[in-house]
Nanobody, 119 residues
Framework: VQLVESGGGLVQPGGSLRLSCAASGFTFSTYNMNWYRQAPGKERELVAGMSSAGGITNYAESVKGRFTMSSDNDKNTVHLQMNSLKPEDTAVYYC?????????????WGQGTQVTVSS
């Protein structure tokens, strides 16, 4: 099982980035997929989440209207389009896949990708 994030980098305030999370080793469409972030000295927080099979998508209040999460089931990949980036969006962004199945909880995390918003 593997989740590999990509697309992070340095961007100026107001700019955009598109993160990707490529999943392998599990049935992608049956898992809830989530993006988290963790800034230095802060707790990890949920940014966006999509229920299994591309159902309901939820966003943190701080990113609503600026970030969009999407899923490409053919490529077992989820994306996070981030627009109008702010310095406070600076963090390591992680992809997470989880589900309950037959009484057992499955929970996988990627290694993270750094996003830095700075002029």
């Amino acid at each position: 099982v593997q989740l590999v994030e990509s697309g992070g980098g340095l961007v100026q305030p107001g700019g955009s980035l598109r993160l990707s999370c490529a999943a392998s080793g599990f049935t992608f469409s049956t898992y809830n997929m989530n993006w988290y972030r963790q800034a230095p000295g802060k707790e990890r927080e949920l940014v966006a989440g999509m229920s299994s099979a591309g159902g309901i998508t939820n966003y943190a209040e701080s990113v609503k209207g600026r970030f969009t999460m999407s899923s490409d089931n053919d490529k077992n990949t989820v994306h996070l389009q981030m627009n109008s980036l702010k310095p406070e969006d600076t963090a390591v962004y992680y992809c997470r896949a989880d589900r309950w199945y037959r009484g057992r909880y499955y929970d996988y995390w990627g290694q993270g990708t750094q996003v830095t918003v700075s002029s």
